[in-house]
């Protein structure tokens, strides 16, 4: 009876998702094909001035072997990135630091670690891969560089769900930020790790639009 229960307010919450997002329309077009709709170009369109931005939030990640929660602090702009992550208690667990130089990961032992990737780093030194390379646009709800295998949109443009460099990428709900859709929930998934952020606060650095919170 208690399943039955909480498979219902699973499903009413998924009802109240689709109300406030819109049902997703599916395409197995690239997201270079020139029918994608108006709507989702000048979703586009609209992140394009997007040069940095600043991220707080939860994560979640689970792996074949263990899993993690707690949250993070995430700063990119043109010349890379600084992630800080935290326990679930507040404490910090570590440093990493990204350019064109390399990557750095120092932990809350002040032990230091690099490599030429975060996906290696991050496997070899916290047991699980942070896929950083294209981690920055599929954060702002836009494909990154390279072709995309799948892609479905939401009425009015924002992205549903696009599979992109061996991940399956979801979109469970959106935010607005001084007049841009954000993700607020992303879900990842590959083979072997399922990664969720929740988006607690949006910083950006905006071209067009100026700053917004």
């Known amino acids: 009876m208690k399943r039955v229960a909480h498979n219902g307010l699973l499903w009413l919450a998924c009802l109240s998702l689709c109300a406030c997002a819109g049902l997703p329309f599916f395409s197995d077009e690239p997201a270079t094909a020139p029918n994608m709709p108006a709507d989702y170009r ?3 369109e609209s992140l394009e001035g997007v040069h940095a931005f600043a991220v707080a939030g939860r ?3 689970m792996t074949e072997k263990k899993g993690f929660s707690g949250s993070l602090r995430w700063h990119h702009n043109v010349e890379g990135d600084d992630i800080s992550f935290y326990s679930p208690f507040g404490a910090k667990l570590g440093e990493l630091s990204a350019n064109s130089s390399g990557v750095t990961l120092v932990t809350s032992d002040q032990k230091s670690y690099s490599a030429q990737d975060a996906e290696s780093l991050t496997q070899n030194v916290l047991g699980w891969r942070l896929p950083l390379s294209g981690l ?10 390279g072709g995309v295998q799948v ?9 549903a769900r696009m599979q992109q460099d061996g991940w399956n990428i979801e979109y469970l709900s959106y935010r607005e930020s001084g007049g841009l859709k954000l ?30 919170q």
């Open 183 to 212: 993700p607020g929930k992303i879900v990842l998934k590959s083979s072997k790790l399922d990664f969720k952020l929740v988006v607690e606060s949006w910083q950006t650095d905006v071209e067009t639009h100026g700053s917004a």
């Open 59 to 61: 994560i979640g990640v």
């Open 151 to 159: 892609l479905a949109w939401y009425d009015g443009g924002m992205i």
């Open 136 to 145: 920055s646009d599929w954060a702002l709800g836009r494909p990154a560089a």
């Open 42 to 44: 000048a979703h586009l």
